[in-house]
């Protein structure tokens, strides 16, 4: 016949502790979804920010820097660059002096005279337009932007 601390010890380790019961319950569940979502919300903006690459690219003479680093608008100086905005519309324009610039928001079709077609820029881009080059705005999404002259 098993001694009362044997009854004891077998009473104590037949009933689940407090952390099997704590792991059974619900709440348990709502913690590792609401992780769960964390963990997939998180992923999402990492690959939202990998696929948001910087690129360097130059189309018909234009350099279009691509979500440059903070560190190089910072080199450049950006902030303290003139601003201008622009409402959609459709105008020419020529490049008087080699013109920098930021765009901060908006989105433009630019047509090169010369050539066919166009390219855009938009959000995000810093832009070197040549002196002399004469092209057509097609401002699509209201534009806000840094810019700087150079008049050499």
């Given at each position: 016949?098993?001694s009362d601390?044997?009854?004891?010890?077998?009473?104590?380790s037949s009933?689940?502790?407090k952390l099997?019961?704590?792991l059974?319950?619900n709440?348990?569940?709502v913690v590792?979804f609401?992780l769960?979502?964390?963990?997939?919300?998180?992923?999402a903006?990492?690959i939202?920010?990998?696929?948001?690459?910087?690129?360097i690219?130059?189309?018909f003479g234009?350099?279009?820097?691509?979500?440059?680093?903070q560190?190089i608008?910072t080199d450049l100086?950006?902030?303290s660059w003139k601003?201008?905005?622009?409402?959609?519309?459709?105008f020419?324009?020529t490049?008087?002096?080699?013109e920098?610039?930021y765009?901060?928001?908006g989105?433009?079709?630019v047509?090169?005279?010369g050539?066919?077609?166009f390219?855009e820029?938009?959000?995000?881009d810093?832009?070197e337009f040549?002196?002399?080059m004469?092209?057509?705005?097609?401002?699509?999404?209201a534009v806000?932007?840094h810019y700087?002259?150079e008049?050499?």
């Amino acid at each position: 016949m098993p001694s009362d601390s044997t009854k004891q010890a077998n009473s104590k380790s037949s009933k689940p502790s407090k952390l099997t019961k704590l792991l059974n319950s619900n709440a348990v569940a709502v913690v590792v979804f609401l992780l769960s979502i964390a963990l997939v919300v998180f992923t999402a903006k990492m690959i939202k920010r990998n696929t948001q690459e910087t690129s360097i690219n130059e189309i018909f003479g234009v350099k279009i820097h691509r979500n440059p680093p903070q560190a190089i608008l910072t080199d450049l100086g950006v902030t303290s660059w003139k601003r201008w905005e622009g409402s959609p519309s459709k105008f020419p324009w020529t490049f008087e002096h080699k013109e920098t610039m930021y765009l901060l928001e908006g989105k433009v079709k630019v047509y090169c005279d010369g050539h066919d077609g166009f390219f855009e820029i938009r959000a995000g881009d810093l832009v070197e337009f040549p002196k002399g080059m004469k092209v057509t705005w097609d401002i699509i999404e209201a534009v806000n932007k840094h810019y700087s002259l150079e008049k050499k």
